[in-house]
C-alpha cells in the first residue's frame, strides 16, 4: 500500500534499472516503480512528468561514463591511425566488465514507451547526445588532422562509423556471454583483428564508385 513517505530521482532511477535487469524493459512503468518503493504513482510522476526523462536519468550517467573512458585515451593520440587504435581499445576494455550496462544503453530501451511524443523525447535526449557528440568530436579532429589520413570520406562520418564498430564488437562479447557460449576467437584477438582492419589505409574514391553502381 502507497506511504505518504518522500522519494528521491536518485531511488526511482535506481528501481527502475533493478526492474529493467530483472524483467526486461516492459515491466518498467510508473506503477511497478511506485508500488516496488513503496509510494503512489503521482510520487513518481511529480519527479518524471514524462518517461523520456527517465530514460535520460538512467542512460545519460553511461554515457558520461563512456565519455570519461575515451576521451584521455584520444587526447594524445597523433594520428588518425593511433586514436583509432586507442579509441576501439579503450571502448572494449570499459564494457567488458560491464556488460549489464552496455546492454542497457545499446542493446534494449532502458523503458518502453507506448506513445512517443518527439518533443519529448528530443529535449530529454538532447544532453546524451550532447555526450555523444563531444566523443564523435574528439576522434573526428584527430582523423581531420592527419594529412596522411585521407579516405575522401567525411572525418567526422569516420568517427561514427569507429564507434559503430566497436559498439558492434561488444554486442558479439554480450550476446555470447548471455548465451554462455564463448566466442571462438578470444576479445583481445578480435579487437586486435578489428584495429587492423579499421585503421588499414583505405583507398575509397567514393564519387567513381556510385558514378559506377
Known sequence: MPTSRRVTREAIVKEAMKLVSRHGASSVTFQAIASALGVSKQAIIYWYPTKWEMIA??????????????LPMVAPATSA?????????AFVR?????????????????IEVSEPNAADQQAALAPI?????????????KIAADP??????????IAVAVHMAAVGLVTMFA????????????PDDMVEAMVAV???KPRLDLPHRRARA
Do not use: K
Request: hydrophobic share 45%; charged share 20%.
Open 198 to 200: 579499421l585503421v588499414a
Open 81 to 89: 591511425a593511433q586514436s583509432i587504435d586507442v579509441f576501439v581499445r
Open 57 to 70: 536519468d538512467i542512460c545519460l550517467p553511461l554515457m558520461r561514463e563512456e565519455a570519461e573512458a575515451l
Open 175 to 186: 550476446a555470447a556471454d548471455a548465451l554462455g557460449d564463448p566466442m571462438v576467437h578470444a
Open 129 to 141: 547526445h550532447r555526450v555523444t557528440s563531444s566523443i564523435y568530436s574528439a576522434l573526428e579532429g
Open 94 to 110: 570499459h564494457y567488458l566488465p560491464r556488460l549489464p550496462q552496455f546492454r542497457l544503453l545499446y542493446l534494449s530501451a532502458p
Open 148 to 157: 596522411d589520413f585521407v579516405t575522401g570520406i567525411s572525418p567526422r562520418r
